[in-house]
Every structure is written in C-alpha cells, then in structure tokens.
C-alpha cells in the first residue's frame, strides 16, 4: 500500500574474521539454526549460490514465525539481500540486507538493515516488530561474531542413531508427534508441557531423567511435516551445549519403516571444565553428549517401533470387547447430545486428557474437561438446534497392561429447527480405553479435525 509507512533499522557489528569467512556463513542458511539462537529450522525451497528461495522458522518475542523468503546472494559484493514474499502478523512486508565491509585483511564491518511494513500501520504493530529485530538481530551478530572468530570445527558435531520398524510410519511418527504423553510411555520422562497455537508448530518443555538420577530442563521448538520428519531445535539447553538441534526422520518401505534420530549439537566450550571437571577437554565432552542423547534417543526409537508393531500385529479383540467398546461410546455420544455434561466428563478418569489440534492446550483432569464442555454448551444453549455426534469406523486395539486403543472416525451432524442436517465437523479420534468396573474410562482423547 502507497500509504503505509516503511519503517527501518540499522545494526552494526565488527568481527576478526575475513569477510569471504563472514559472508559463508551468512550464505549458509542451513547452518543458522545451529549458530544463530532464534533460528529454528531454515528449508531451501528452490535456488542456488547466486539467488534462493527459503522456508523459514523462527523464534520473535517468545513466539514462533515461519515466512518464505527469497534471497540474492552477491558474492563479489559481499552482500546478501532479502525479501519476505510471505510474511506472519504483525509483519505486512520484510526486506532487507547484509552488507560486509572489508576491514583490512583480518577484519569485517557488518552491517544489517531491515525495512518493514505492520498490520494495519498499528503503533502496538510496529513495536512488536521493532522489539523482535533489534533482539534477533543483535542475539544473531553476536552469534555470528563469535561463529567466525572461534571457528572450531570439532564443537560442532552431527550423528544418528536407527531402528527398523514392523510397523508404519504413521503410527511411529504419532508416537513421536505426541509428546504430550511421554511422562505416561517413557521411562526418562519426569515432565511435559506441549503447546501447539498453529497445526504442526509446538512448544516443548521436558524434564528428563539422567543416569545419575539427576534432573534436566530442556525446552524445544519442533516444526512437524506429518509421517515424514519433526525436526526441533532446543531454545533452552543444558550448560554443556551452545546449541542442540535435531530431526525425526520416517522412512516407509515395503516391509516396514526405519525411523531415525539425528542430532546436530555445538558445544559451549567455556562449559566444558565447568561440567566434566579440570582435566576435561572438547572429546571428553563429545563423548559424554553422545552417550546421553543417544541412550535417550535410543530408548524412544524402541518404544516407539513398539507401539507401532503393536498397532500392526495386534490380534482382534475378543467380539464382546468390541460391542463393549461400541456401547461404551454410544453413551458418551449419547449424554453429550442431551447436554448432561458432568456425566459425560465422568466417562474419564480423574486424571484424563483431551487435545485437540485445533487448540494449543489440552485440557488435563475430569474437572477441567467437564468445565470445558460446560462452556460450550452454554455458548449453544439459545441455539435453536440439534447436534448429533457420530463415532464410525471403529478400530480396537489392546495393550499388555489391559488398556485399549481405539481409533475411530468422528462427525457432528446439526440439524437447525424447521431445517435440513449438515455436516458440521469431521475428525479423527484416537482414545486410550482403561478398565473401570465393568466398562471402560478415556485416559487420553486426541482429536484430529479434518481440513486443519
């Protein structure tokens, strides 16, 4: 719009490194998730040395962006220029450039402007945006800076650990997707808080258990790309590493799948007597980063080939246990139609979850899920409807504890006063069935709604 107004910012920063160095790693998109802090993950969509165009995910203000960009790379000039062809609010439009000043043979000015246009021309807009770049950018020259001057090739090291499934890749890649229930299938798992506010974009805060019985906190952000990778970056890491970034990959063939674990770790040299004591150096410290994660990585492979194998090769229920199961959601359904819904959230455990992909919280507890669904039945209440729910398509599969998972399609048809049935939503439900007397209770409910 010839209206709106293009606001700029100028950051400067000087390194001890030739500007050859500094424009290499400013070129390099892929490496900026392991040096630069709110890079996330970085995708060549098409391009090469001269001219590209990037996926991009990144960390502003707390939260999680991800734009296309294109760039052209000019070499001789030692400039890099930028420009967003699609941007995330607050942002209207981004663009900009790296500019690499040579100082003398040893030095490099860098000069990084931004020009950029807000939602609305909003002061609260601007601000927002502002803030994000003069954080960014100051946390990415300095990263830079230090990315150049302490080059070491041995702090930053990649390695892969493997298992081969007898299952799909689907359901190894649901286990891995839903964090939110390894407290309950991992055994180094204390603690999870998963958040997903846009499909496939999560949060991840995780206690794990060391060997030694110790605590660590390690908070990630994981972009998804379903059944085929969920690749993560740690934005809070243990001492001992400067960055940690990693990748699930799902390969499917015609006997199974291979799922992999890689990991891209850059130690934080300053740390490593701290840590490992006097006498440690750079190796001891591969060493004991690749024995932790992989052990740990190592252990969710196996649970999760298990779970997938367990999903192909599990023998049918019983056929009473099936029509149990029927019966058991045809009054849930039932009681949710006729608006009882403190009886519907007793058809949970005290302690059940409910998730939805279309909300970025789960909801924990009986209490909070019959609080929910109280809400929504008073925002509906004046309604002059009906609403049916349908479950369909029933999949029942047991597990050695007792428990059931079950997969099913799920409907809501609505039918307003005087008028004709439509189709209101359609999605995907997978529950963990407990026993309870002499039915069943939902300790885990996911929702996947369709066209999301």
Known sequence: MSDETVHTTVHEIEVRAPAEAVFDLVAEASRWPVHFPPSVHVERLEGDDRQERLRIWATANDEVKSWTSRRELDRAGSRVTFRQEESRAPVRSMSGEWLLEPLGDKGTRVRFTHAFTAVDDAPEHVEWIRRAIDTNTGSELEALRRGVEDADPELTFTFDDSVRVDGSAKDAYEFIRAADRWTERLPHVARVVLTEDTPNEQILEMDTLTADGATHTTRSVRVCFPAERIVYKQIQTPALMAAHTGEWIFEEDDKGCTVTSRHTVRIEPDAVTTVLGPDADVAAARTMIREALGRNSLTTLRCAADHAERLRGAEPVPAETYVAVQQFYARQMRLLDERRAEEWA?????????AQNIVPEPLRGRDAVA??????????ADTPEQRRHVFSMLTVVPAPDGSLS???YAQVL???AGGSARLHLSAVC???LVPHGEGWLVRHRRVEHDGV
């Open 346 to 354: 007793r058809t949970f455990t005290e302690d059940g979850v409910f």
């Open 371 to 380: 609080a929910a669904v109280r809400r929504n039945l008073e925002r509906t």
């Open 406 to 408: 079950t997969r099913c």
């Open 414 to 416: 609505v039918t307003p």
């Open 430 to 432: 997978e529950d963990e």
